[in-house]
């Protein structure tokens, strides 16, 4: 491949050298359409070949491993981590990085917000607990019963161990808040329903945690009714963090309650923006050059605003108006934002148009009388179609152990 430039205004060519440079030599990219366009002098990541989420569960991890590097000697030599999403988007990828990246590109990210950067000068070692689906990502969580000295690494304790929160019997529950109080940490870092789950048990007991800074949300969308819970439970700021196991993470939530981009891991693009501004993302990472990705499909829709982006939700669990039109994630969500007595929701869309909101309440028993009333309103308003619903319910997460709040039924 002749020597090349990658232009675009929103990194520096230092940048966007290295990043070109990681795509030399690597199989996927001399495709006839990827090499044509990267053989330019000067490339513009528009005029790029988008790529696909199918098309990189096809070819990673050796497809877009450069022919310099082995992976059996990789994996030997202890280089590299390897890794299967949880297949939130479609089918489980299989990633790998290098030992250390999967720290540096989060530290990256922490930094972009001014309170957690703060707080982590003064406390770099600042400890964290982790709740979250077991065996979501080798690096941030297990998939088998381990004891409390073999669930701590370093500064972080993983204290879940159960796949579905809402099964966890009070006695295990109990065990998980002693285990949190005796490590005092700086911050949670949760999934957000097992977060919300865990701040309830806290407040039917009052219980309390002197040390707790700041609660770090990812693995999936934070709900509005999730973070109120949080909020109001623990007292202190509800932060999100999203990205990707393909691409580290990408954005991080600011005190504005937008997000803003942590761009010395990847760029981002933001595509195909209907009337609204909602658009989907392309990622083009820079940090790993076991897996360089050029204009990534990551599979999410986003708005941009002044201050950095609103994340909508997955582009799989759109729902549709009556007139075809999409509805996100997101703007189902804004519609509990004033409800406080639901703890987690599930909005399911048949293939005929027909709407099935399943509610979970805050205290058990609670028939959500007022809440039912507003939401049947108010997303018929939004999808123009009737809604059942159901209070009795105990929702289930899928395979990969993530809960989806919005979900089209073939």
Not at 28 to 42: C, G, I
Not at 194 to 204: D, I, P, Q, V
Not at 357 to 373: C, F, I
Request: aromatic share 8%.
């Amino acid at each position: 491949m002749p020597s090349s430039t990658l232009s675009s205004p929103a990194t520096c060519p230092t940048t966007w050298s290295a990043t070109l440079a990681q795509t030399l030599d690597v199989p996927f990219y001399e495709r006839t359409d990827w090499a044509e366009a990267l053989a330019s002098p000067v490339v513009n990541l528009a005029d790029l070949p988008r790529l696909s989420k199918q098309e990189l569960r096809e070819h990673s991890p050796v497809g877009f491993l450069p022919r310099g590097y082995s992976l059996p000697k990789l994996v030997a030599d202890g280089l590299i981590e390897e890794e299967s999403t949880s297949g939130t988007s479609g089918a489980s990828v299989h990633v790998i990085f290098g030992r250390t990246w999967w720290a540096e590109q989060e530290a990256r990210a922490l930094q972009q917000n001014p309170f957690i950067r703060a707080l982590l000068a003064a406390e770099p070692a600042a400890r964290r607990a982790v709740f979250t689906t077991p065996g979501c990502s080798g690096v941030s969580c297990f998939a088998r019963w381990l004891n409390v000295e073999q669930r701590t690494l370093g500064s972080t304790l993983y204290v879940n161990q159960e796949r579905i929160p809402f099964s966890l019997p009070e006695a295990k529950l109990a065990k998980m808040a002693e285990e949190t109080a005796a490590w005092a940490p700086a911050f949670l870092d949760v999934d957000p329903v097992h977060g919300m789950w865990f701040a309830l048990y806290c407040e039917r007991h009052g219980l309390h945690f002197p040390s707790l800074r700041f609660i770090l949300t990812s693995y999936e969308y934070t709900s509005v009714v999730h973070r109120r819970i949080m909020e109001r439970v623990f007292g202190v700021p509800v932060i999100d963090l999203y990205g990707s196991s393909e691409t580290g993470h990408l954005l991080i939530e600011t005190d504005a309650g937008t997000s803003v981009p942590s761009t010395k891991t990847a760029t981002l693009e933001l595509v195909d923006g209907d009337t609204r501004g909602v658009g989907q993302f392309l990622v083009t990472t820079h940090t790993n050059p076991y897996l360089p990705l050029l204009r990534y499909a990551i599979g999410d829709y986003a708005e941009q605003t002044r201050g950095g982006y609103l994340i909508h939700g997955r582009i799989r669990d759109a729902l549709r108006r009556t007139d075809g039109s999409v509805v996100t994630t997101r703007q189902v969500d804004a519609l509990f934002a004033d409800l406080g007595d639901v703890a987690h929701y599930q909005l399911r869309q048949h293939g005929d148009g027909r709407l099935e909101l399943l509610l979970m309440p805050v205290q058990a028993s609670d028939e959500l009388t007022a809440s039912v009333a507003l939401l049947r309103s108010r997303l018929s308003a939004l999808l123009g179609a009737e809604v059942d619903l159901r209070t009795d319910v105990l929702i289930a997460p899928e395979d990969s152990g993530k809960f989806r709040l919005t979900v089209p039924l073939a």
